[in-house]
């Protein structure tokens, strides 16, 4: 069985493979590089131990992906490729749009073609609307979102359930992140953000390792125990073990499912600076700032459903995360 995985040597997609072929797994791997580095496949295969085909190009390349399932018997796809930075959208929204719903598009029509039955997609606690109670479940209302990264994945998902009603036997997994940290435990691979990171925790570990001079805290008079935004953080490895489990679930079910990938723990910014502050020994100078526009004060994933369906829970720290968060970033400094 051969899984085809799409933006697998960004931050996410990378230990989705790791965790893909240390589980027996034969996968071929493609991503354009727009938002990672080549060196990242040959750290794959040295930490996993084994070599997989690896292909450079746009997932949009109806021809190249052609060739790709022509050559290998694809079972199952998991699409992770994609643009995410949630502030650039706003100003490139034309791009999120072509890159996000077309590679989907482009993808699924390939399955099609190739009668590839199987389809995992990386979608967001962003398409959840703001008005939902905490914590969010899979039935949670969606929608309304304020921005139009997260229009993609809402749009991206309403496709895929679309295309699984009127494909016979189709499967296909709705995955939606909830906040990834933390970096794979040997230090070499992590996420290393090209511009100033708009995320807390590659923001805090910068900070930390003096590239930036102090976090600013945005907002502290949430309607929150102490103020400041509550989230829900996984550590990536948990995340990508969350696909080995999805793979699996759809081996025996058809039609649309939906997981929440969270902790159902929520953590606010000082409690998770305080966190990283025990977990590496290093304070974290900080400042309070104004409320960033479009941020909720509580977003938490009931993990239920994915406990009971897929067998699958979170098992590492805050703690975890920030140690091995750290060790990533002392290594790329
Ligand atoms: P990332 O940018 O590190 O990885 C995405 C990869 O896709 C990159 O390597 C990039 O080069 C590649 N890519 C982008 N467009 C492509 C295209 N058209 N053809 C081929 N390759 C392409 O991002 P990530 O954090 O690893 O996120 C992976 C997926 O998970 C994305 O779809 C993202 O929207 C989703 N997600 C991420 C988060 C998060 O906070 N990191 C949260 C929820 C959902
Ligand atoms: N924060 C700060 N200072 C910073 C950066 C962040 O105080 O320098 C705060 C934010 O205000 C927020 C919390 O830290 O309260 C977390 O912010 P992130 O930017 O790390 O994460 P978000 O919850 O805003 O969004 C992330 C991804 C989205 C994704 C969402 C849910 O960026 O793409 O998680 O999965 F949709």
Redesign the pocket.
């Known amino acids: 069985m051969t899984i085809f995985v799409t933006g697998g040597a960004g931050y996410i997609g990378s230990h989705v493979v790791i965790e893909l072929l240390e589980q027996g797994h034969n996968v071929v791997v493609a991503d354009n590089f727009s938002n990672s580095k080549r060196g990242v496949i040959e750290r794959i295969c040295r930490l996993a131990g084994r070599e997989f085909p690896f292909y450079e190009m746009d997932i949009r390349d109806a021809d190249g992906l052609g060739r790709i399932f022509s050559e290998y018997r694809i079972d199952s796809i998991i699409h992770l490729a994609g643009l995410?930075?949630?502030g650039e959208s706003v100003s490139k929204p034309l791009e999120y749009y072509a890159n996000n719903l077309e590679s989907t598009m482009v993808l699924i029509d390939a399955m099609k073609t190739h009668n590839v039955k199987k389809f995992i997609f990386s979608s967001?606690?962003?398409v959840y609307s703001a008005d939902n109670e905490m914590p969010l479940t899979e039935e949670s209302r969606t929608g309304g979102c304020t921005n139009p990264?997260?229009w993609t994945?809402f749009m991206c998902e309403q496709i895929l359930c679309d295309y699984a009603n009127a494909a016979n036997g189709c499967a296909v997994v709705l995955l939606?992140?909830?906040?990834?940290?933390g970096a794979h435990p040997s230090g070499l691979i992590g996420e290393d953000p090209q511009d100033i990171?708009?995320?807390?925790?590659p923001?805090?570990a910068q900070t930390a390792a003096g590239r930036l001079p102090f976090?600013?805290?945005?907002?502290d008079d949430y309607d929150t125990p102490d103020g400041?935004?509550?989230?829900d953080y996984i550590h990536v490895s948990d995340l990508a073990a969350g696909h080995v489990a999805a793979i699996k679930h759809l081996d025996s079910n058809s039609g649309v499912s939906v997981f929440n990938l969270g902790t159902g723990k929520g953590v606010s910014?000082l409690e998770?600076v305080a966190a990283f502050e025990e977990a590496t020994g290093v304070s974290i100078p900080k400042k309070t700032?104004g409320?960033?526009s479009?941020?909720?004060p509580l977003?938490c994933a009931s993990t239920e459903k994915a406990k009971r369906e897929l067998g699958w829970e979170a098992k590492r720290t805050l703690y975890d995360a920030c140690v091995d968060t750290w060790r990533w970033q002392k290594g790329i400094d």
């Open positions: 995410k930075a949630v967001s606690a962003t990264y997260g994945k939606r992140y909830f906040n990834p940290i990171p708009n995320n807390l925790m923001y805090i976090l600013s805290v945005f907002g400041t935004c509550v989230r910014v998770f700032a409320r960033r479009g941020d909720l977003q």
